[in-house]
């Protein structure tokens, strides 16, 4: 006997005979099948940056204008901010959100069963300015001027604990997060740092001096800082690996790096038993723009191109897979593009770095540096 089933239904061979089923995508006793609204069951199954589409049987999935992906995750189109850290990364979309992306099993607690998921907002607040990220601690400026910091795990609906000033009613208006601790540097040029407690709250800024022309601050294993004017360098804290350059080290590689004025560039660290070595200019160029130090040194140029030089990292320039971790002492221009404007590198022994291009898409490679796969040698973009 022939069985006729009705639109959405399929039949099927059952033990008792013949049968008409509902399919996927729809409801019902299989005699009547109704199209299932999937745009309406909560929680969405697209994107809360995506509309969704109703079809028969289905739906769709659209990024909405100003994010790419392919519906069930947008990731903003233009970020203004990177940082990077070992565990996981974030930027800062144009409007002003935190995304990350990283290690679902730590610091982001995605509940998603990989180690490098995309891009997802943390949080609910659209007003952040600078961001700073460095082993599993994250912290974040305000347009208010306040900065807060993430406990871990940061969960995608995590909000931030704000750090108490050592300067009420004075804001910050720069950032440098550290290994376990963090610098901010505030409005009226006083420089202040803090560290955390285990479970990633913040404690209470400590004032590093009584001066008021700090304006600029770096900060990793050691943390530097700029002064006055023309500007004068001063750097505390671990000597590992020559970063203060008093010659207490004990291994190799360059472990700071600083753009003068001039705009040369020069980075310094000593091999052992060789003390007090100064800085040493990076080649003779003239036209450096930005240096990011970690587990590679990368820089850009005024031109916007990109160059990376490292000890032992995935360098970004392709070399295949059994050559790495690669050793390139000098810089190696990245690829031949010209619109590169801020790059980010993970802490040393980190491989992975993040780059912005001018028109702000954002582009990493190294190692979990994008969803899919392990170990990028070149840059990809980040959707």
């Known amino acids: 006997m022939r069985t006729k ?4 239904a399929t039949c099927a061979d059952m033990p008792d005979g013949l049968a008409c089923t509902c399919l996927s995508g729809y409801s019902g006793d299989g005699i009547t099948c109704s199209d ?11 994107s ?16 909405l204008a100003g994010f790419v992906g392919d519906g069930s995750y947008c990731v903003p ?17 144009d409007a002003g959100e935190v995304y990350c992306w990283g290690d679902a099993s730590g610091a982001l607690d995605f509940s998603v069963p990989v180690p490098h998921a995309h891009p997802l907002r943390i949080g609910t607040a659209s007003d952040w300015i600078d961001i700073g990220v460095q082993g599993d601690t994250a912290c974040g400026i305000r347009s208010d001027h306040s900065i807060w910091c993430w ?11 704000k750090v108490v000033s050592d300067k009420p009613g004075t804001g910050w208006r720069a950032l440098a997060v550290g290994d376990g601790h963090a610098c901010g540097l505030h409005d009226d040029g006083g420089l202040a740092c803090w560290g955390f407690v285990p479970a990633g709250y913040p404690l209470d800024p400590v004032a590093v001096d009584t001066n008021t022309d700090w304006t600029d601050i770096a900060t990793g294993s050691v943390t530097c800082g700029i002064r006055g004017a023309p500007g004068q360098l001063y750097c505390w804290g671990q000597s590992f690996d020559g970063a203060l350059g008093l010659g207490d080290v004990f291994g190799v590689g360059p472990s700071v790096c600083a753009r ?21 200019q990076v080649g003779t160029d003239r036209d450096w723009k930005t240096v990011a130090v970690g587990g590679e040194t990368c820089a850009i140029k005024t031109g916007g191109t990109l160059w990376c030089w490292a000890e032992h ?27 590169w404007s801020a790059v980010v590198t993970t802490a040393s022994g980190g491989n992975k770095s993040c780059a912005l291009k001018r028109d702000g898409t954002l582009w990493c490679w190294g190692i979990q540096a994008a969803p899919l796969p392990d170990i990028v040698t070149t840059p990809v973009p980040i959707r």
């Open 5 to 8: 089933c009705p639109t959405g």
């Open 36 to 46: 299932l609204d999937e745009c309406a069951i909560t929680p969405s199954r697209c």
């Open 48 to 63: 809360p940056d995506a509309a969704c589409r109703n079809t028969p049987g289905s739906f769709a999935c659209t990024c």
């Open 77 to 93: 189109q233009r970020f203004t901010k990177i940082a990077a850290g070992s565990g996981f990364s974030c930027g800062l979309s």
């Open 151 to 161: 406990v871990i795990p940061m969960a995608a609906g995590a909000e931030a604990t």
């Open 260 to 280: 003068k004025l001039d705009d040369t560039l020069w980075c310094w660290s000593t091999p052992p038993g060789i003390p007090d070595l100064p800085p040493v």
């Open 313 to 339: 990292a995935v360098l970004g320039d392709g070399s295949p897979l059994f050559d790495i971790p690669v050793v390139r002492k000098d810089p190696v221009q990245i690829g031949s593009d010209t619109d």
